[in-house]
């Protein structure tokens, strides 16, 4: 598998945002590998985009990364305790970047459900199967992704996302939980594999 390069990431958001989909995040952490891919994305087009943490110039402490060099870890806690795994997108001082909602597990299951459950796959019933990684929250914790991960450089060696050349089907719909963002909470910029 080939990692992606910066340049993947500074292109369009909408348009990095669909390619994500099918792609592998691999996270190292030294012990052990995890593997899984991208089923479901959402796309934050800075500036503009009332949905997004830098709608309208905002600029702080927590957004910082987003201003900096596509192909950077975005990670910011919500409700005090769900962490969410974004990539930042475009070029230098255009904050924008595409949230990951939802992922497959590929490699190192049982590693992302003593994660995500503190128990083994065999120990899950169905309802915890079937939302294992489908939503933002669940796949940081089961893949280990935390504040200390924020800022991350994606063409390291700990934290990527590779090609798997696999050709997928995308749907598009609207952004979840967003409501407070007038109309940008009607744009079709969520994306997620058929």
Not at 70 to 82: D, E, S, W
Not at 95 to 103: D, K
Not at 120 to 148: M, V, W
């Amino acid at each position: 598998m080939k990692k992606l390069c910066r340049d993947f990431y500074e292109r369009d958001t909408l348009e990095v945002a669909k390619d994500l989909l099918g792609k592998y995040i691999v996270y190292d952490n030294m012990e052990e590998q995890i593997i899984v891919k991208i089923t479901e994305v959402e796309a934050y087009k800075g500036v503009d985009d009332k949905a997004c943490h830098t709608y309208g110039g905002r600029r702080t402490p927590r957004t910082e990364v987003m201003w900096g060099q596509a192909g950077h870890a975005y990670i910011y806690i919500i409700y005090g305790m769900y962490y969410c795994f974004n990539i930042v997108t475009e070029k230098e001082g255009n904050p924008c970047a595409v949230l990951i909602r939802g992922v497959e597990p590929i490699e190192n299951i049982s590693k992302m459900t003593y994660n995500r459950y503190n128990r083994t796959y065999s120990e899950l019933n169905r309802y915890q199967i079937k939302n294992f990684t489908n939503g933002p929250g669940k796949l940081c914790k089961a893949i280990g992704l935390d504040l200390r991960h924020n800022g991350l450089d994606l063409l390291s060696d700990k934290l990527y996302v590779c090609d798997n050349n696999e050709i997928v089907n995308i749907k598009e719909a609207k952004r979840i939980n967003i409501d407070y963002a007038e109309e940008a909470a009607d744009y079709l910029w969520r994306f997620y594999i058929e």
